[in-house]
């Protein structure tokens, strides 16, 4: 298997994508279907903000079709899931520091289980209202993908910091395979990821 970048001041070699000013494009195009009707899904990020303010780490969307992560400060989150958006409270991340954030979706649990935050290796309480669609809608090839920043209302909401190590899966990973990612805060430099047979995209930013 390929070696992970390490986003870790301890290790020599890490690399990462500075996300300020700037954002990191992601294929859209090729990603649309990939994840296009799906109903199970993971993203492991890792990233360091440098100070705490209304910032998105992941976002992909075709027209009211969307997948995003929001950071919005240091006690409310958004995740958004096509045309809706729910708020996810207590997700207090250390600034100048790296994280681990994993983002999974399982259509077939029940409504407040269908999205799982973790953080740093633990699952984060969440507040939701509405219904989670059972299935992710449809994306075409107009599709926009972005790291570290998404626009909204006109606006661009860029990630102050350093974003790294982008995984995304076609399978909802369960607390053990999340527990593997994060590895006590260093990332697994080599060997087989967990269910390797459904990562579908790897963004190293190296």
Known sequence: ASTLT???????????????????????????????GISNFTLSLWYKQDAVSNRFLFDIKDGTNRMALQLVNASTNYFYFNSAFNAYSAVDTPINQWNNVVFVFDGSQANVDRIKLYVNGSRITASITGTIDATLGTFGASTLANLAAASTGGSLYALNGEIANTQMWTTSLGATDVTTLYNNGVPLLSGTQPQAANLKAWYKLN
């Open 6 to 36: 390490v986003p870790n001041e301890s290790v020599a070699d890490a690399t990462v994508f500075e996300s300020d000013p700037g954002f990191f494009d992601l294929p859209g195009s090729s990603l649309a279907p990939i994840l296009s």
